[in-house]
């Protein structure tokens, strides 16, 4: 049955994922809105980065199914599963920029992969897709390690929206990112959300990035979904781990962009 045009671009139905004899999650279910902007937390060793590996196929279920925009990732035609593969655009943890490419040839990585066109495109795709990531112009020809970590980011966001994905997944977008630099790539996630119309789904253990961008936050623990809902919603849980994450001493309650416009 080819895919529907109208299924969620994410949807996880009872999933068991297993790691030698670990078991990491147990009957997790996930459905992503289209449109949405969807914060994954979860404490350390909970299975977020797991669950990303899983959805991008890297990581195949015990059992359970993961479809992405109506294809089962997994289980699906080959045809189908590398149409999606087009659909979707991925910012791994630590940006997993190539060090040996530049910043122009690393956006370029899934183009060259995905789409057959001129050398000329390809370099005008990639300063474009750099332009909206808010990388400086002289960058561009840089390498990864000749740029802050910040400006690896963007990169790392430029280089998962080159095939104009709809659905973007990423995995720690702030994490070791000073306060400043972390608000900058929370505004330039959701700009890109809204400017492009993508579906975002982002792991995240920053306390602000949820409450200034997000629509809604889904908590992982005890191996599954526990609790999804508006963070302000979610506040309200009784799952003592959620009441913990947001509200504990260590917890930052951050403002929404946009109200004061500062966190």
Same mark, same amino acid.
């Given at each position: 049955m080819p895919p529907s045009d109208g299924a969620p671009p994410l949807e996880v139905k009872g999933l068991r994922t297993e790691i030698g004899e670990q078991v990491i999650h147990k009957g997790l279910d996930l459905t992503v809105k289209r449109g949405e902007i969807l914060g994954l937390v979860g404490g350390s060793g909970?299975?977020?980065s797991v669950?990303?590996?899983s959805i991008i196929g890297l990581l195949?279920?015990?059992?359970?199914?993961i479809q992405v925009f109506g294809t089962d990732i997994h289980e699906g035609p080959e045809a189908e599963i590398e149409a999606v593969k087009r659909r979707w655009g991925v910012l791994f943890q630590a940006n997993a920029l190539f060090s040996t490419l530049t910043v122009r040839e690393n956006i370029e990585v899934p183009l060259r992969e995905h789409a057959r066109l001129p050398d000329q495109m390809l370099c005008e795709i990639a300063q474009l897709k750099a332009i909206l990531s808010g990388l400086p112009a002289d960058s561009i020809d840089k390498f990864p390690n000749e740029l802050s970590g910040g400006m690896q980011k963007r990169a790392g966001v430029a280089r998962a929206i080159a095939l104009d994905p709809e659905l973007l997944l990423l995995d720690e977008p702030t994490s070791g990112l000073d306060p400043v630099m972390a608000d900058q790539i929370d505004r330039l996630i959701r700009d890109l959300a809204h400017s492009l119309g993508l579906t975002v789904v982002l792991v995240t253990h920053d306390i602000d990035t949820l409450y200034t961008i997000t629509d809604r936050v889904a908590a992982l623990a005890d191996k599954k979904? *526990?609790?999804?809902a508006p963070?302000?919603?979610l506040e309200k849980s009784d799952h003592p781990w959620v009441r913990e994450y947001l509200l504990g001493k260590r917890s930052r309650a951050g403002t929404p962009?946009? *109200?004061g416009d500062h966190r």
């Open positions: 909970s299975g977020k669950l990303l590996k195949p279920p015990a059992s359970g199914s979904i *526990v609790a999804i963070v302000r919603e962009l946009g *109200v």
